[in-house]
């Protein structure tokens, strides 16, 4: 009860004194604010290409590969995938057909708006369109490719980042002229993507297999069943994972990756800001020390002066961490970014607001600790002697 | 000279505080260290690629537009080019499906290293040439999977024997150093002969030739001749320097550069405030010493210029401390780069700054240090 009551008092005291040394708390608050601007907005990236990773995952759809292969390595013989149709679980059309898509990924070449820099992307060659294309994806404008005649569709992404995938320009793969005859949105995605025709690419490009199968279930739980039926069948050198666990594994390093590099700029800035803050109420502190040492010659508990110290300099965090988390929200939420050669949109989510508050709190509390101290050991006698 | 004592003692006046923002500054230093460093490493790395060695692959892209070998000869035909080495590109694995490996398959033909990045010692070149079976392996990759000069080492590979069997065996001869920088290190070198003749698929095709020109000033004209040579042809191809690859690679990273500039920025914003408040501070604590000097005949001048020098010394050489600490933890950093070293730009850039940030946030408490009234300084005492 007692030291509750000295508690509530110190704290007031402390809070509004607080006005008169504005240069010491000014330095805590725009410190912190650095700090948490600059974790949550380098945070923000790796959210942001997650929520895109996995915003278009349809939950019932299993990614089949060969073996230990990545991407363009996978080869699926044309005899596996007429396998793969078989196998129990995949939801199939009212005349029988299963929804399997066998897929071939070739390079194609872009040029960006304004800067002219060549990236490649995948021009993806599909076989059942019904599952490229499945909602919320849709065409926007034009009309489907028809097979065999070296049509292509792209998202609309493509038209707004890079030259020349405008509706009936021609684009050059392997000395043939391709027709873009439509454009089509894809959800989540800021990935430009150019779609045709699996056979008419296969051909062109002398291949007899796919790099990836693309199944649909009937419903997401009987991805056991089907396998199960996939690894007993002794013909196939497959395997198949989830949508989501395929998208989240190929996504793990890129993650991993803007993470540490994140938490490592994060880390060093705290910590420079704690000094800071320490060095602010060791001022705050000295500033106090008559006060503090009449207190203490009144009968107030040194305890009490730490708990009320410490509890002061977490406050004086928070005004910077929310600071910084909102300047992150207002200059990065939703920017379109593309480091690494990969695009996506910044997304400072209110999970990485809490992360940042948290951080401050703890850069507060660990900076406070040392001048709580400082604050309970005045000497009664010096201090209040010294003018 | 004489004035060293009197800012020694300036700024061990409170050794607390030093220490801090010491530390503070230091620890700014390591960040802008290391995140500087990375970028001009980069750039660096970019104008250090070789301008006079010059990749000619098929005109759509790198991996699947395989170029018949018979391209060499009239490549080699062409003014300016030196050295043509056919070089064909796959993959495989040791032991493990994740212990991968980069198998690069090369002719060692006379003066063929001129067409490459590496470092090789010559009886390991002359062994490399003596025996079909023959391969070099990066020190880094012989290290890890423990391979020494006379072992047989068995590869796992996609690419088939002409009877089917998919493991390759080759004899370690040597050791090699690659200096390009951020391409892999898992590596190693086979003669293209030998495998050209044991696959199944494929035979008499490569995946690039690597082109040593005679003067780097030429890579343009040469590679456009090149380009031209095989236009309309059924192999087109596109022919690019090292140098221009690594223009491009930059290129991929793209909005890094912002983003090193932005958090660059926020971390000396908050430092500068952090200073500039303590410098304040410290000369507003000691209002009556510096009337002490100014009655004993400082000038104006001499006190400005002891505070600022009091704050320059403890900067720079916090600066200097954080710098020596970046440059030791920046091969972490530098993981995903690999081969970049901390450039010596950075340490001055880094010093010079840090002068910069003393000089701003000393300046006001300095001008007021010397514009003092010594009659109301002393009497506030």
Redesign the interface.
């Known amino acids: 009860m007692n030291f509750s009551r000295q508690f509530l008092a110190l704290l007031r005291m402390n809070l509004e004194g607080e006005g008169a040394r504005l240069?010491?708390v000014?330095?805590i608050v725009?410190?912190v604010?650095?700090?948490v601007?600059?974790l949550v907005?380098?945070l923000a990236m790796g959210t942001g290409a997650h929520r895109q990773a996995v915003g278009d995952v349809h939950e019932d759809e299993v990614v089949v590969q060969s073996k230990?292969a990545q991407g363009?390595?996978s080869?699926i013989s044309r005899d596996e995938a007429v396998a793969v149709r078989d196998l129990p679980g995949i939801a199939r059309e009212a005349d029988g057909e299963p929804y399997v898509d066998g897929i071939v990924l070739?390079?194609f070449?872009g040029r960006r708006r304004g800067?002219g820099?060549?990236?490649?992307f995948p021009l993806l060659g599909t076989s059942d369109p019904k599952i490229a294309l499945r909602p919320p994806a849709h065409l926007t404008e034009g009309r489907f490719f028809r097979p065999g005649l070296n049509e292509v569709i792209t998202t609309n992404v493509c038209v707004r980042q890079f030259e020349g995938f405008e509706l009936g320009a021609k684009r050059e793969?392997?000395?043939v002229d391709w027709t873009i005859v439509g454009h089509y949105d894809q959800g989540e995605s800021l990935q430009c993507m150019v779609l045709t025709d699996a056979e008419t690419l296969m051909t062109l490009?002398g291949r007899n297999g796919y790099n990836r199968i693309i199944v649909r279930l009937k419903a997401p739980s009987d991805y056991e069943t089907f396998n199960r039926a996939l690894e007993a069948n002794p013909a196939l050198k497959l395997e198949a994972k989830r949508e989501r666990d395929s998208v989240e594994a190929d996504f793990k390093q890129f993650n991993g990756?803007l993470n540490f590099v994140s938490y490592?700029?994060g880390t060093?800035?705290a910590?420079?800001?704690t000094?800071?803050a320490?060095?602010?109420l060791?001022?705050i502190v000295d500033a106090r020390r008559r006060e503090l040492a009449t207190l203490r010659a009144i009968g107030f508990g040194s305890g009490a002066i730490v708990a009320a110290t410490l509890i002061e300099s977490t406050l004086l965090a928070l005004p910077g961490a929310l600071l910084g988390a909102a300047l992150a929200w207002i200059f990065f939420h939703d920017m379109a970014?593309?480091?690494?050669?990969f695009s996506f949109k910044l997304d400072v989510s209110p999970q990485l607001a809490e992360i940042g508050i948290a951080w401050a709190l703890i850069m507060g509390f660990i900076g406070g600790l040392l001048p709580a101290l400082r604050a309970a050991r005045v000497p009664v006698t010096t201090a209040l002697r010294a003018t | 000279m004489k004035f060293l004592p009197l800012i020694w003692s300036g700024i061990w006046r409170k050794p607390g505080r030093t220490i801090l923002i010491f530390l503070q500054v230091s620890v700014a230093f390591v960040l802008f260290g290391v995140l500087q460093g990375l970028k001009t490493g980069v750039e660096h790395a970019v104008t250090a690629a070789r301008a006079d060695l010059l990749l000619v692959h098929g005109r759509q892209d790198f991996l699947f537009s395989p170029l018949p070998l018979g391209l060499l000869e009239q490549i080699r035909s062409l003014p300016g080019v030196k050295v043509v080495v056919p070089v064909e590109l796959y993959g495989g694995y040791y032991q493990k499906e994740e212990n991968g490996v980069g198998i690069v398959a090369v002719r060692p033909d006379k003066d063929w290293t001129d067409a490459f990045t590496f470092t090789i010692a010559p009886e390991y070149l002359a062994a490399f040439a003596r025996s079909r079976t023959a391969a070099l392996v990066t020190e880094f990759v012989a290290q890890k999977y423990g391979w020494k000069i006379g072992d047989h080492i068995p590869l796992v590979s996609r690419v088939a024997h002409k009877d089917g069997s998919t493991t390759w065996v080759f004899d370690v001869v040597g050791t090699f150093t690659d200096s390009d920088v951020n391409v892999g290190r898992y590596k190693i070198l086979i003669n293209y002969a030998y495998y050209d003749e044991a696959r199944a698929t494929g035979t008499g095709t490569v995946n690039h030739f690597n082109v040593a020109i005679t003067d780097p000033n030429l890579a343009v004209p040469v590679a456009d001749a090149i380009d031209k040579r095989f236009a309309n042809s059924s192999h087109e191809t596109k022919t690019e320097s090292l140098r221009e690859l690594a223009q491009a690679q930059v290129q991929q990273i793209g909005d890094l550069d912002f983003l090193i500039r932005a958090v660059l920025s926020a971390v000396l914003a908050a430092l500068l405030f952090a200073t500039a408040t303590m410098m304040m501070q410290s000369v507003r604590e000691r209002t009556p010493e510096l009337a002490v000097l100014k009655t004993i005949g400082f000038t104006d001048r001499a006190l400005f210029l002891l505070i600022l020098v009091e704050a320059v010394v403890v900067c720079v050489v916090a600066a200097g401390f954080g710098l020596a600490l970046a440059t030791i933890v920046f091969p972490l950093a530098a993981r995903f780069v690999f081969g970049l070293a901390m450039p010596k730009a950075t340490v001055a850039i880094g010093l010079a700054l840090a002068a910069a940030v003393a000089f701003v946030s000393a300046a006001i408490p300095a001008a007021r240090a010397a514009r003092l009234r010594v009659v109301s300084a002393l009497a506030e005492r």
Request: hydrophobic content about 45%.
């Open positions: 240069g010491s000014l330095t725009v410190g604010t650095c700090t601007a600059v907005s380098m230990g363009i390595q080869n070739v390079p070449e800067t820099r060549r990236v490649f793969v392997r000395g490009f990756l490592f700029i060093i800035m910590i420079g800001a000094f800071g320490v060095n602010s060791y001022s970014v593309s480091p690494f050669g």
